[in-house]
């Protein structure tokens, strides 16, 4: 870049600072982890902070980021309001790994401004990822060849050892536990547990439960998604069996895209759109509307009666008839 682009650049980002109501744009570049082992992965995040008036482009990625450094997958950008109205925060990850031991300098990346039709560019910070091998002990010299072992004991020869040590245990351990449960006044055998509840019928009564407190209606918006959100991750945690509980709104969905098929395109879009406006108002401080937080229940209610196992009915007459090929008139 000449001395007079680099000129124009400084006098545009000028402008756009003051346009912008003197706030600042800052780019950023930052990796999970600086250091890795070969085939590792990590994920790097570009971040920008800029004035809603200003539109930003984000850098195109190719899938080989550097020599040695290949991208394997890319998120959607988020946006997230900060405290002031007038200044919002961007984000989009990428998933990275390299095969290749060294030290590599990632350069900054470019991000393409557009304020009242003047284009400019702001760059990030440069990052640096460390990627070893697999450490060698060359301490220890040649060893000995090992000589030829003993034919093995064959199974059928130790079978009756193993039985009768089992059975002996289970004598043992069915005595001291009836002498335990005497002395805490418990009985020997005790009836098997209640079955536990399917997950949907769980679900479903929070909701009601939710519904019916109606506390996104006295202020407590961040309360209500966030018990919201509680149910459909317990309900995801036991019907998928994928673990909402500890991941993020951002890992629950990256999960459940991986399984493809898990989930209709309609049932997948209603559920991200919820954890995502859950995450805004819990750490972003946005405010929902009306009509936001009754869809978000609404979704909610869909997003369990349209993932819940199917019910099977018993077979009619009438379906039986229909099977042998015979006309059934629908009343």
Do not use: C
């Not at 519904?211 to 018990?227: A, F, M, V």
């Amino acid at each position: 870049m000449n001395l007079t682009t680099k000129t124009g650049s400084f006098l545009i980002l000028i402008l756009i600072a003051t346009s912008a109501n003197a706030q600042r744009i800052k780019a950023t570049a930052t990796i999970d982890s600086t250091n890795i082992l070969l085939g590792d992965q990590v994920k790097l995040f570009l971040e920008i902070d800029h004035p809603k008036s200003v539109e930003i482009t984000f850098p195109n990625l190719p899938d080989t980021l550097i020599e040695f450094i290949e991208v394997l997958d890319r998120s959607a950008i988020d946006t997230f309001e900060l405290d002031d109205e007038t200044y919002q925060k961007q984000i989009q990850s990428f998933l990275i790994t390299s095969f290749d031991s060294g030290s590599y300098r990632i350069p900054p990346f470019w991000f393409k401004i557009d304020l009242d039709d003047r284009l400019d560019s702001i760059p990030t910070n440069a990052a640096t990822l460390n990627v070893y091998s697999m450490a060698i002990d060359t301490t220890r010299g040649p060893t000995d060849i090992k000589y030829p072992y003993d034919a093995p004991v064959t199974l059928k020869e130790v079978i009756p050892y193993i039985l009768g040590i089992i059975l002996i245990a289970a004598i043992l351990f069915f005595i001291f536990y009836a002498i335990k449960r005497r002395k805490n006044n418990q009985p020997i055998f005790v009836l098997p547990k209640k079955p536990k509840e399917p997950p949907h019928i769980i679900a479903l009564r929070e909701l009601d439960r939710i519904k019916n407190e109606k506390i996104w209606q006295k202020g407590k918006t961040k309360q209500y998604y966030s018990e919201v959100t509680e149910a459909l991750r317990k309900y995801i945690e036991d019907r998928f069996e994928i673990p909402a509980m500890e991941q993020t709104s951002d890992e629950t969905i990256e999960s459940i895209r991986k399984q493809k098929g898990l989930l209709k395109n309609k049932t997948f879009e209603n559920l991200s759109q919820i954890l995502k406006l859950a995450d805004l108002v819990k750490f972003a401080k946005y405010q929902t509307s009306p009509d936001d937080d009754n869809m978000t229940l609404v979704n909610a209610y869909f997003f369990i009666n349209d993932t819940k196992p199917e019910e099977k009915k018993p077979e009619t007459p009438a379906e039986s008839e229909d099977e042998e090929g015979e006309d059934v008139k629908i009343k």
